[in-house]
């Protein structure tokens, strides 16, 4: 129940709360909204979700802020992204429209569950949307399911905006450089589990891959953006491989209007040394910064010292503030589901 939860020592990962919302892709369209309280799901045992990867996901948050309001965080880029998700594994778009009605709905119907301002958690939103219809052979579904629930959810990382070491990782790749990876599919995340394992039995908090082709320029780190700072620049890398973070694109955006130069271009990993702060950014952390990246192939340590940077610190500040309406959304970015 959510007045025995202990909000500041929330981790994250699932709680149950009161409803989910639910809508059905049949005969070519798109059905009503449905209420549901249910956790589990019936779906048939030749469905293409389960047997061809016709899956897909996204994650944003809900904020109680201090004016009293609740707020999500670029809800319609969210909506974008699966959009762009559903036109490359050959599902049925789901609305804009549609998207932000369903976003809106579950996160009044489960009011009570979001955490109070400050605590240190927040309203994790979660939409899936999975292809349910019956199929033998490679082909696409007849019919979906989008179904969106929600679970109030603690820092990503224990430490919170803390620094953390990460360990490049050789011998797996996350996503091929024409493959899903710029798609938010649950097959990327499986490709990276062995890595990450890996990762945390080395005592590392994250796996970090470098590009699938050549292994010589930096790609992602586990299931987050990279990105460095130096000589008041924010560089981010470019790569057809890499999930287009909306946290990240808002940083850039965040960086430039603080004054920084913004590049996005492929980053060598010799790179790393020039760097002064890197991080990993994602909805889940927003930023988490990282302490060093180990390359044990090389015997080669990238060092960005134990304490998070001022600039990563500035980025970080200001990002929150404007997810919790503290200072002006001058881009729009905030959209206001309880007044």
């Given at each position: 129940?959510?007045?025995?939860?202990?909000?500041?020592?929330?981790g994250?990962?699932?709680?149950?709360?009161?409803?989910?919302?639910?809508?059905?892709?049949?005969?070519?369209?798109?059905?009503?909204?449905?209420?549901?309280?249910?956790?589990?799901?019936?779906?048939?045992?030749?469905?293409?979700?389960?047997?061809?990867?016709?899956?897909?996901?996204?994650g944003?948050?809900?904020?109680?802020?201090?004016?009293?309001?609740?707020?999500v965080?670029?809800?319609?880029?969210?909506?974008?992204?699966?959009?762009?998700?559903?036109?490359?594994?050959?599902?049925?778009?789901v609305?804009?429209?549609?998207?932000?009605?369903?976003?809106k709905?579950?996160?009044?119907?489960?009011?009570?569950?979001?955490?109070?301002?400050?605590?240190?958690?927040t309203?994790?939103?979660?939409?899936?949307?999975?292809?349910?219809?019956?199929?033998?052979?490679?082909?696409?579904?007849?019919?979906?399911?989008?179904?969106?629930?929600?679970?109030?959810?603690?820092?990503y990382?224990?430490?919170?905006?803390?620094?953390?070491?990460?360990?490049?990782?050789?011998?797996?790749?996350?996503?091929?450089?024409?493959?899903?990876?710029?798609?938010?599919?649950?097959?990327?995340?499986?490709?990276?589990?062995?890595a990450?394992?890996?990762a945390?039995?080395?005592?590392?908090?994250?796996?970090?891959?470098?590009?699938?082709?050549?292994?010589?320029?930096?790609?992602?780190?586990?299931?987050?953006?990279?990105?460095?700072?130096?000589?008041?620049?924010?560089?981010?890398?470019?790569?057809?491989?890499?999930?287009?973070?909306?946290?990240?694109?808002?940083?850039?955006?965040?960086?430039?209007?603080?004054?920084?130069?913004?590049?996005?271009?492929?980053?060598?990993e010799?790179?790393?040394?020039t760097?002064?702060?890197?991080?990993?950014?994602?909805?889940?952390?927003?930023?988490?910064?990282?302490?060093?990246?180990d390359?044990?192939?090389?015997?080669?340590?990238?060092?960005?010292?134990?304490?998070?940077?001022?600039?990563?610190?500035?980025?970080?500040?200001?990002?929150?503030?404007?997810?919790?309406?503290?200072?002006?959304?001058?881009?729009?970015?905030?959209?206001?589901?309880?007044?």
């Amino acid at each position: 129940m959510a007045e025995q939860l202990d909000w500041s020592s929330l981790g994250f990962g699932y709680h149950k709360t009161d409803y989910n919302v639910r809508c059905y892709y049949r005969d070519g369209k798109w059905g009503e909204i449905e209420v549901c309280s249910e956790e589990t799901i019936p779906l048939h045992m030749a469905a293409t979700s389960l047997h061809y990867g016709q899956e897909a996901f996204e994650g944003l948050k809900a904020y109680r802020c201090p004016d009293g309001k609740v707020r999500v965080f670029r809800v319609d880029e969210n909506a974008a992204r699966l959009q762009s998700t559903c036109r490359g594994i050959l599902m049925p778009e789901v609305s804009t429209e549609l998207f932000i009605e369903m976003v809106k709905k579950v996160v009044r119907l489960n009011e009570r569950f979001i955490p109070p301002y400050e605590s240190g958690a927040t309203l994790y939103i979660r939409p899936l949307l999975i292809g349910t219809s019956a199929q033998v052979g490679v082909h696409p579904a007849s019919e979906y399911l989008f179904i969106i629930f929600v679970t109030p959810v603690g820092p990503y990382f224990k430490g919170g905006f803390s620094s953390n070491p990460y360990v490049i990782i050789r011998d797996y790749d996350r996503s091929a450089p024409l493959g899903t990876g710029k798609y938010k599919v649950g097959g990327n995340y499986a490709a990276s589990l062995m890595a990450n394992d890996i990762a945390h039995k080395k005592g590392y908090a994250c796996e970090f891959y470098l590009d699938a082709r050549e292994k010589k320029y930096i790609d992602e780190c586990g299931a987050a953006n990279f990105f460095g700072i130096k000589n008041n620049t924010y560089v981010t890398p470019k790569s057809t491989s890499i999930l287009p973070s909306i946290t990240n694109k808002s940083l850039m955006q965040v960086a430039a209007d603080l004054g920084l130069t913004v590049e996005c271009r492929p980053i060598l990993e010799e790179e790393l040394e020039t760097f002064e702060e890197a991080g990993a950014c994602g909805t889940a952390a927003v930023i988490s910064p990282i302490s060093y990246i180990d390359d044990l192939d090389k015997g080669k340590r990238y060092d960005f010292g134990s304490e998070p940077g001022p600039v990563s610190k500035r980025l970080f500040d200001h990002l929150r503030n404007i997810q919790y309406g503290i200072v002006e959304d001058k881009h729009g970015w905030t959209t206001v589901v309880i007044e």
